[in-house]
Each structure stands twice: as structure tokens, then as C-alpha cells.
């Protein structure tokens, strides 16, 4: 069963930048899809990144082309969000999510299979 834990999340000023992670275990991340998504107090949760198997393909929400940046290193089983020009609406709880697939990527959070419990990312003076 694979297992996603998030870590990277914290406080920063807006402007700032942060780097969060998502490792995996107990099987290989390099046959799955990638998404990064996130959830505020009192909004629905959405996608901010996405990436594919092989790193061919990566996606972003509107909200934050531009800013971010996903990456992977399937030989440490881990995906990466850089975040950078964080503004205060950036802040939300973030969550990484595998969907076993070996080409494209998907929005589409029921066609994840597995996800981290999340880590909270705070953007305040």
C-alpha cells in the first residue's frame, strides 16, 4: 500500500518562498501521476499542480502559473512543489495525491488512489 507523507509546510511572509514535499513508501512513485492540491477554511479543495510519471508533463492552476514549480525525483520516490511569490491566498492546507497512470495527468481528484495527510502552508506579515 503506498503511503504519501507531506512535509515543507510552515509560515512565511508573503512574497516569500517554501519548498514542500511529498515521499513516498511501501511501493514506487514512477508508475503514478502526481497532483498537488490544496484546501482553504471554508473553500472546496482544488488543484494546484500536476505532474506525470515521467516528468513530461506538468500542469498548473491559473491561480498559480508562474509562481510554482512541480518537479520529481523517482529515484528518491519524492515529488516537489518550489513555491515562490507566495501571496496570502496561497494559504491552505496542502495535500499530495498518486494516481496509478503511466501517461498524462488528471484534475480529477476521485481518479486518485492514495494521499498524504496533508501539510498547512501560512502566507502573513
Known amino acids: 500500500q503506498l503511503q504519501l507523507v507531506e512535509s515543507g509546510g510552515g509560515l512565511v511572509q508573503p512574497g516569500g518562498s517554501l519548498r514542500l514535499s511529498c515521499a513516498a513508501s511501501g511501493g514506487t512513485l514512477d508508475s503514478h501521476a502526481v497532483g498537488w492540491f490544496r484546501q482553504a477554511p471554508g473553500k472546496e479543495r482544488e488543484g494546484v499542480s500536476v505532474i506525470s510519471s515521467s516528468s513530461r508533463i506538468t500542469n498548473y492552476a491559473d491561480s498559480v502559473k508562474g509562481r510554482f514549480t512541480i518537479s520529481r525525483d523517482n529515484a528518491k520516490n519524492t515529488v516537489y512543489l518550489q513555491m515562490d511569490s507566495l501571496k496570502p491566498e496561497d494559504t491552505a492546507v496542502y495535500y499530495c495525491?498518486?494516481?496509478?497512470?503511466?501517461?498524462?495527468?488528471?484534475?480529477?481528484?476521485?481518479?486518485?488512489?492514495?494521499w498524504g495527510q496533508g501539510t498547512q502552508v501560512t502566507v502573513s506579515s
Open positions: 495525491a498518486a494516481d496509478l497512470r503511466m501517461y498524462g495527468t488528471s484534475w480529477a481528484m476521485d481518479e486518485y488512489d492514495y
